[in-house]
């Protein structure tokens, strides 16, 4: 099956912060991938702004460095990259200064659609947005469109959502948080939502918990700085991992639009518990023969900072009361995989006898690597002398379902962009969920912050701390395997 591309209209894209890493690895290879798939109409421009002076010509030798590195096409020839790069212009701009602005008003005058991206650090979103106000860049149907983190508390964010409101209204803010465009993320909802199938069973009575894993294999080397102030809790849970959760657990929303989505997962978050000090673990890795310890990546001689979290959440509402949400993510872990597990109750009799064993139906949704859904159903195992049960999945995996020939799953960030351009907010998080996603983390943080408890340590190569094992243990259940 071949993905459709759906037309979208000529449109400036103005990235901030196109010099950086953000941009030359997802971003720009994002829109290189949607122009070669022929999504980017003639009129689509888009305008590298930092403060790094460049002309538009080294601009985009720049960006066909990185296009090389970061956005291998199958089927792209030199000829589509180098008319791709013919489409990028470049201005010198200080987000804090003057320098640039009146330039970029003078680039900015068609009339199309305009987005601005802030692929710049948080502490420079309020400047962005005050001096596109002054040069009147700031227009009624202008989109913004803001990365993570935002925030680092409830009390941040809200001057950060304030900060943005005095020139913008919410309609034109894209908070972007990258698993929503995960193609598995929508097609959760396409699963839920769109079949008879699963929705009956979507609750309390018949899934007897749910576990979210976002493992990762990588440290943070690199961002030390930053992480080491945020931590798991705040880089992860409060944002990627509260998503996923929302939209398994959200109601049913009237029609799939903005509001109408946003609102369902807004409820879910209003409605989850505060944790149990007993329900939370955090963890720090140590050195391995290979690779350096947490506090020699973030070069601190002491830290308490967690780059491991596993927590049970519940959510007290109808539908999920006595279902717990076990959520973990963390660095230097096992493999890199990000897996929702929905795991259903047991049958309430086994007609087979126990000898036959006794086996649970796990709807896995994968989201890296290999995005796809596997359904595991018990059949009888094949062969004569009795009844043996075992578990098979049903597998649906995207990458052969949707793409010729193993053609690569689209990045989310090709989707997201692209609904900027369309001025669909669906997977964009609004002012009021973030501000909530705080006031459920701000409790978390402080029962450690507070008091300066320690992470404990785990081994590089892992599943995280023994403790986090024990969490799930505790209420006889133990965490799926983290597979490649
Ligand atoms: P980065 O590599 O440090 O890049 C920062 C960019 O901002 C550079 O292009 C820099 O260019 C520009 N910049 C800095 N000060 C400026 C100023 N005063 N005026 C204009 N431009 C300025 O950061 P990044 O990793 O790309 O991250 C960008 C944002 O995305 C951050 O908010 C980050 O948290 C978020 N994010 C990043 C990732 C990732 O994988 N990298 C993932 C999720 C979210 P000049 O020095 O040339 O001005």
Known sequence: ??????????????????????????????????????????????????????????????????????????????????????????????????????????????????????????????????????????????????????????????????????????????????????????????????????EPLWNSQYIDHIQITVAETVGVSGRGEYYNRAGAMRDMVQNHLMQLLCLIAMEPPARFEPDAVRDEKLKVIRALEPVAPQDLVRGQYGPSADTQSYLQDVGASESQTESFIALKAHISNWRWAGTPFYLRTGKRLKHRASEIAVVFKDTPHSIFGEEAGRHRNILSIRLQPNEGIELGVTIKEPGP?????????????????????????????????????????????????????????????????????????YVPGSAGPEEALRLMQRDGRRWREIRE
């Open 1 to 198: 099956m071949v993905s459709r591309v759906i037309p979208v209209e000529d449109f400036d894209l103005v990235i901030f912060g196109a010099t950086g890493d953000l941009a030359q690895r997802k971003i720009l290879p994002s829109l290189f991938r949607r122009f070669h798939a022929g999504q980017m109409p003639e009129g689509a421009r888009v305008i590298g702004a930092a403060r790094s002076a460049h002309s538009p010509e080294s601009f985009r030798a720049f960006v066909l460095e990185g296009l090389c590195e970061f956005a291998q096409v199958k089927g792209a020839t030199r000829a589509d990259y180098a008319a791709f790069v013919t489409r990028l212009d470049y201005v010198t701009v200080d987000a804090r200064g003057t320098e640039g602005w009146e330039r970029l008003r003078a680039l900015c005058q068609r009339a199309v659609t305009r987005a601005f991206y802030f692929s710049v650090g948080p502490s420079l979103f309020e400047d962005l947005a005050q001096r596109l106000h002054l040069y009147g860049l700031a227009g009624a149907e202008t989109r913004i469109v803001v990365e993570k983190p935002f925030g680092r508390d409830l009390a941040s964010a809200k001057l950060l959502n304030a900060a943005l409101a005095a020139h913008f209204e919410e309609r034109q803010i894209y908070r972007i948080d990258h698993y929503l465009g995960k193609e598995t993320v929508q097609n959760l909802m396409a699963v839920r939502f769109g079949n008879m199938l699963f």
């Open 385 to 457: 002398g009795g009844m043996r049960l075992i578990d098979v999945p049903l597998d649906m995996s995207f990458a052969e379902a949707l793409g010729p020939e193993g053609e690569a799953v689209p990045d989310a960030y090709e989707r997201l962009i692209m609904d900027v351009i369309r001025g669909n907010q669906t997977l964009f998080m609004r002012d009021d969920e973030v501000e909530a996603a705080w006031r459920w983390t701000d409790p978390i943080v402080q029962s450690w912050e507070g008091c300066g408890a320690a992470a404990l340590s």
